[in-house]
């Protein structure tokens, strides 16, 4: 029978995520090295919603959960003897989603009497860059996801101080926004993304939210209405022209200020911290001109942008069991009382 035998720094992490609407499982070695990565995606069910319906991501959770685990041990050809620890994002999420991989990882802990690990779902989007580059610390991290924006000072692996954050709309929730004014799919980001290419990112002056000097922060509520606008006229309650008119133009200008907001701040914050690494995780990482205009912008100031593959910008576990080795290794581990914290 195999044995858990590994070497010290070498341990074996199986991650669990189910905070929102993708239920992940992935076996990663030694903090980077992923060995599988078993990604499953709620969208079609929820799609007819144009939105996350909170009571079926949990149900979906429920059922896919344990084919998920199987799924990604079979792919790194390991089983659950040769896993060393379980590491569970616990927070922050829809409760009803968190649970079901909280659960999930503390009986497969208990069973096999493994090492717990909580890790935070923003905590590991931001480490995520880390995986597939070297990076050097201390860096900073913009994590631009469906549910937040924030820039944290990271002095290492698993110390994060928050710098600035959205004081409304996080960047991914205002793509899915403006994409369903447009009428595009849920979610919205990719779909909007690919018709701001037909677009010319000029058409419309959308305003930019700059914090006052010496402040930082992002917002995306006042551009958001200002789309609206753009496309209604004055009357916001009116019901949209059918077909909405330069919606490419729409598209891409609001894309170019939404870039525009991420890129000024980011930079204006490594600037303020002397900070020469700039990592850019979360969703919205995805997003094509954000990655090509944040690098042009960094080396220019002499300045390193680093971003993860896109499938570990999205949600997924290879991030938890990740940051979950570090979390491991520094001896910071759960008890079977580990609970699931929405915010
Ligand atoms: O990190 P993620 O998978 O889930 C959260 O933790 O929120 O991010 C999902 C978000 C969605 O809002 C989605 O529209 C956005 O990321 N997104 C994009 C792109 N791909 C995904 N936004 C803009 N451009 C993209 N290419
Ligand atoms: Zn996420």
């Known amino acids: 029978m195999p044995t858990r035998s590994t070497e010290p720094g070498a341990e074996l992490v199986l991650g669990i995520e189910s905070s929102c609407d993708e239920t992940a499982a992935a076996v990663v070695r030694a903090g980077r090295e992923i060995l599988s990565s078993v990604v499953h995606s709620q969208i079609a069910e929820h799609a007819p919603f144009r939105g996350v319906v909170p009571e079926i991501a949990g149900r979906s959770h429920l059922r896919e959960i344990l084919p998920v685990v199987d799924e990604a041990l079979a792919r790194a050809r390991t089983t659950l ?19 079901v991989g909280v659960s999930t990882a503390k009986a497969l802990a208990f069973a096999r009497d493994l090492p717990l690990v909580g ?12 995986m597939e580059h070297a990076v050097a610390y201390p860096l900073l991290a913009l994590v631009v996801s469906g549910g937040h924006t924030a820039l944290y000072r990271m002095s290492s692996p698993t110390s994060f101080v928050k710098l600035a ?14 994409a369903s004014m447009l009428g595009l799919g849920y979610p919205g980001g ?5 018709l701001a290419r037909e677009g010319d990112d000029r058409a419309f002056a959308f305003p930019r939210y700059r914090p006052r ?15 609206l606008y753009a496309i209604r ?3 916001a309650g009116a019901p949209p022209p059918d077909p909405i008119p330069r919606r490419a133009d729409l598209a891409a200008s609001f ?3 939404v870039v525009d907001v991420l890129v000024a701040q980011t930079l204006a914050a490594a600037r303020a911290e002397g900070l020469g690494t700039i990592t850019v995780t979360g969703g ?3 997003n094509a001109r954000l990655r090509e205009r944040m690098t042009a912008a960094a080396a220019e100031l002499g300045l390193r942008a680093v971003f993860p593959s896109p499938s570990y910008c999205t949600d997924n576990a290879a991030m938890i069991a990740g940051l979950g080795w570090h979390l491991l290794r520094a001896g910071r581990l759960a008890s079977l009382e580990l609970d699931a914290i929405a915010r």
């Open 233 to 235: 006229g004055q009357d």
């Open 190 to 194: 990719p779909a909007l993304s690919a």
């Open 213 to 227: 000097a010496g402040g930082a922060g992002f917002s995306f509520s006042g551009l958001k209405t200002a789309v």
């Open 255 to 257: 894309e170019e200020a």
């Open 284 to 286: 919205v990482a995805c």
């Open 119 to 130: 890790v935070h779902h923003i905590e590991a989007h931001a480490y995520a860059a880390a």
């Open 81 to 99: 003897d040769q896993v060393d620890a379980v590491a569970v994002t616990h927070r922050p999420g829809l409760i009803g989603s968190l649970l």
């Open 165 to 178: 954050e959205t004081l409304d709309d996080a960047a991914g929730e205002a793509f899915d926004k403006v």
